[in-house]
């Protein structure tokens, strides 16, 4: 298993670009999420999804966009970027079961010049 | 709201313990957890506890939970230099649920 993988690793895109970052799990799991990471803020949800077909809005959900077309994948879009939407980008897995363990992707490095 | 504080900085040497503790504010939280980032990777689920108990032992690490003062801590054992890194405390309502986290702990071991 490889559990989750994201891609790219890195990006660098200048103001106005448009990117997606694309989420993959293998574990079957219903419940996928996208997190942000700054310096000193630990990690914010973006958005999430309970499933193939539906999302949600988390905590910091403006800018940002998200599909699950699939259940093993979780695309998170930028239309738009800014200069504040640099950050490192975390996506993870889970079931809708006891204990709710969260399964973390590598991350994604993305700068906004 | 929901809130979760860790203090920022553990500096211990090789063989001590560690013990790392976290505040929560939320007290319908179901579950607390530990995770430990390492640099430049993502974070790995170290153990979590329900918030109906006071105590899980796993290996090295032992979970502390005060539920009257909303206190988690996390305490290991012989600490080694491979130890070192950032570990967030979390919390969740329940499954399915988002984690809000706290901000890292980050833990230095000098040998």
């Known amino acids: 298993n490889a559990g989750v993988t994201q891609t790219p690793k890195f990006r660098v895109l200048k103001t106005g670009q448009s990117m997606t970052l694309l989420c993959a799990q293998d574990?079957?799991?219903?419940?996928m999420y996208w997190y942000r990471q700054d310096p000193g803020m630990g990690l914010r949800l973006i958005h999430y999804s309970v499933g193939e077909g539906t999302t949600a809005k988390g905590e910091v959900p403006d800018g940002y966009n998200v599909s699950r077309l699939k259940k093993q994948n979780f695309l998170l879009g930028l239309e738009s970027a800014a200069p504040s939407q640099t950050s490192v980008y975390f996506c993870a897995s889970s079931f809708p079961a006891v204990g709710n363990e969260q399964y973390f992707g590598p991350g994604t490095r993305l700068t906004v010049t | 709201g929901e809130d979760v504080e860790q203090s920022l900085f553990l500096s211990v040497r090789e063989g001590d313990s560690s013990v790392i503790n976290c505040t929560y504010t939320d007290s319908s939280s179901t579950y607390l957890y530990w995770y430990k980032q390492e640099p430049g990777a993502g974070l790995q689920l170290l153990t979590y506890?329900?918030?109906?108990?006071d105590m899980k032992q796993d290996q090295r690490l032992t979970v502390l939970l005060n539920k009257k003062d909303k206190h988690l801590s996390l305490r290991i054992a012989d600490t080694q230099t491979g130890d070192s890194a950032i570990y967030f405390c979390a919390e969740s309502m329940g499954a399915g649920t988002a984690l809000i986290f706290g901000k890292g702990t980050t833990l230095s071991v000098s040998s």
């Open positions: 506890i329900f918030s109906n108990m």
């Open positions: 574990m079957n799991h219903e419940y």
